[in-house]
């Protein structure tokens, strides 16, 4: 029997977990990272130190039965990591699905990393380069850098660093634009005990799309709080709040700006924020959100093959069936996951009733998944056309 401690540590990785990564340049040829930004102590080997890039490493899993949240934090993602074990065949099952993802998500900035170089010969790992070269030949991870290293004896860390840096451009940020961010994880903060007087509000965490957030700013999450009414219908309260402070790390800010992760401390009640109970909402300058859809007209497109699932042998992945009506899939919008009951089929046209609404726009992207064998599994992607939009509150 697992204690709750034991099962957290088997487990730690189901919720999206993400960490800052600064990236130092020694010399100007070697690249080291540190889980936080520090002073170095001067020594002979390392006495000019500069940091060249301070970035935000997701950890995004790759077991089959959490492909919704890898999803959830692709939505953020300027770049990506694909790490494939050295000591097995590529490409695995989940290995061409995370692969789809990526191109559902349009990263354009993929480096490759031929993990646990140090289990395998040499001429193994030649082998394997080739196969991971035919793996992503015509898709849009096509002529990626690949890179053997030892994630435990630091191999080549130092060359991952420096291709983060210089081969991942940092994109350009809109810091006029009203602001908006996607939020991918929320807390409480207060300690159990904690007196009335010493209660703090929750904390909502994620990536600033565009615009600036400050503290003292008044601010709005949509969808807020979702309760049906006497006739059974949806009605979204949206919350307004104020931003009470700005933190990336362990670094109080005054200001926050467009990429990286924030966490933001408002005057929410905790119980709305406790065990990520925001993910999936958009937090942003009051009145200046997108709309709440409860239904979407969605232009979509299904993968030839369905990935993520074992076969035998020489046996083909099984083909993606056509939408029909009625069936149940799963959305990933932004950082929302949620069910949708297909209404309306016609061509490449869906019309889809969402178990939760979400706040998005037309034009954004949408991920689609079918449940297969107990497991969900990306079957396509598609663009909001349409839909049906909900009345929304204004502030008083």
Not at 370 to 388: D, F, N, S, T, Y
Request: hydrophobic share 40%; charged share 20%; net charge positive.
């Amino acid at each position: 029997m697992c204690t709750f401690l034991t099962y957290q540590k088997l487990f730690h990785l189901i919720s999206l977990g993400y960490n800052y990564t600064p990236s130092e340049l020694v010399f100007g040829t070697l690249l080291r990272s540190f889980s936080q930004y520090r002073r170095l102590p001067c020594q002979p080997r390392f006495c000019d130190v500069e940091l060249c890039q301070y970035s935000v490493r997701l950890a995004l899993q790759g077991h089959d039965i959490l492909m919704a949240t890898m999803l959830n934090g692709a939505a953020i993602m300027d770049g990506a990591l694909l790490l494939i074990a050295s000591n097995e065949s590529c490409p695995q099952p989940q290995t061409s699905e995370h692969l789809a993802a990526v191109e559902i998500m349009r990263l354009k900035h993929i480096i490759i990393l031929q993990n646990k170089i140090d289990l395998i010969q040499e001429s193994v790992a030649i082998n394997q380069h080739e196969s991971i070269q035919k793996f992503i030949q015509g898709t849009i991870a096509d002529g990626a850098p690949v890179v053997p290293i030892s994630a435990q004896l630091k191999y080549n860390v130092d060359v991952v660093c420096e291709y983060i840096v210089n081969k991942i451009p940092i994109p350009v940020r809109d810091f006029v634009a009203p602001p908006n961010m996607i939020v991918i994880r929320s807390f409480d903060v207060n300690k159990p005990g904690a007196e009335v007087d010493d209660i703090k509000g929750g904390v909502a965490g994620g990536s600033i799309l565009r615009g600036v957030l400050r503290v003292g700013q008044k601010i709005e999450v949509r969808p807020g709080i979702t309760t049906k009414d006497e006739n059974g219908g949806v009605k979204c309260t949206p919350i307004f709040s104020r931003i009470v402070s700005l933190f990336t790390e362990a670094n109080e800010l005054q200001f926050a700006v467009p990429g990286g992760l924030i966490g933001v401390g408002t005057t929410i009640d905790p119980t709305l924020t406790r065990a990520d109970r925001l993910v999936g909402q958009v937090l942003g300058e009051v009145g200046e959100l997108p709309d709440v859809f409860v239904e979407l007209e969605v232009n979509f497109f299904l993968l030839r093959r369905l990935l993520g699932v074992r076969t035998k042998g020489s046996e083909k992945q099984g083909k993606v069936s056509k939408l029909t009506k009625s069936e149940v899939l799963m959305l990933n919008i932004g950082s929302m996951s949620t069910g949708a009951r297909v209404i309306a089929v016609k061509n490449d046209l869906a019309k889809l009733q969402l178990t939760t609404p979400v706040c998005t726009s037309k034009g954004e992207k949408v991920a689609l998944s079918r449940r297969v064998e107990k497991h969900w599994r990306l079957i396509g992607w598609g663009q909001i056309q349409a839909g049906v939009v909900i009345d929304i509150p204004q502030a008083a």
